[in-house]
T-cell receptor
Framework: DSGVTQTPKHLITATGQRVTLRCSPR?????VYWYQQSLDQGLQFLIQ???????AKGNILERFSAQQFPDLHSELNLSSLELGDSALYFC?????????????FGEGSRLTVL | TQLLEQSPQFLSIQEGENLTVYCNSS?????LQWYRQEPGEGPVLLVT?????EVKKLKRLTFQFGDARKDSSLHITAAQPGDTGLYLC????????????FGTGTRLKVLA
């Protein structure tokens, strides 16, 4: 158990819809990272938040947005969903702002867009 | 452009065999990590290597960081079915951008 909690575990929705994925980091960790994992793309970094502020941005689409709340939990919002958005979405956390490279991952949210 | 290439992509071996997975780049990394991911779960950190030439052992797993900090290898001795999973290398670029890159992954299956 990494201490990172993600909900929901599975989500099935239709194209054009909007979903929200939730993540609670490990106790004491201030950074939250969101990753997308699909079969042909590997693990793609989307965005990092540190203590409520956006810290780094990766290959995140404009249809996607995220935020980190004062209690440090984070939400990833995916809108105008397309078939290609079907993937595993992972949240990870780490203690500091700078990337030391040691991430603790949740079990992921599997999104299926039909 | 994938900065961290792993080889092989897929590996299926018999229990008891040895294997080596490679993680290569043309870029220099400040540190490099190896993760293992099992089906339905998130990646789990196995080790971090920081110093060029560093060798770390974790039971039957041996990790090495290249002298120039551009590559790494993971060697498993006497593989067991429990070693089955996706092995990912990842690293922090030394360029000062703190950009963190994941490798392409190696899917290992160990047959009993």
């Amino acid at each position: 158990d990494s201490g990172v909690t993600q909900t929901p575990k599975h989500l099935i929705t239709a194209t054009g819809q909007r979903v929200t994925l939730r993540c609670s980091p490990r106790s004491g960790d201030l950074s939250v990272y969101w990753y997308q994992q699909s079969l042909d793309q590997g693990l793609q970094f989307l965005i990092q938040y540190y203590n409520g502020e956006e810290r780094a941005k990766g290959n995140i689409l404009e249809r996607f947005s995220a935020q980190q709340f004062p209690d440090l939990h984070s939400e990833l919002n995916l809108s105008s969903l397309e078939l290609g958005d079907s993937a595993l979405y992972f949240c990870a956390s780490s203690p500091g702002a700078e990337h030391t490279g040691e991430l603790f991952f949740g079990e992921g949210s599997r999104l299926t867009v039909l | 452009t994938q900065l961290l290439e792993q080889s092989p992509q897929f590996l299926s071996i018999q229990e008891g065999e040895n294997l080596t997975v490679y993680c290569n780049s043309s870029s220099v990394f400040s540190s490099l990590q190896w993760y293992r991911q099992e089906p339905g779960e998130g990646p789990v950190l196995l080790v971090t290597v920081v110093t060029g030439g560093e060798v770390k052992k974790l039971k039957r797993l041996t990790f090495q960081f290249g002298d120039a900090r551009k590559d790494s290898s993971l060697h498993i001795t006497a593989a067991q079915p429990g070693d089955t999973g996706l092995y990912l290398c990842a690293g922090v670029l030394a360029s000062g951008t703190y950009k963190y890159i994941f490798g392409t992954g190696t899917r290992l299956k160990v047959l009993a």
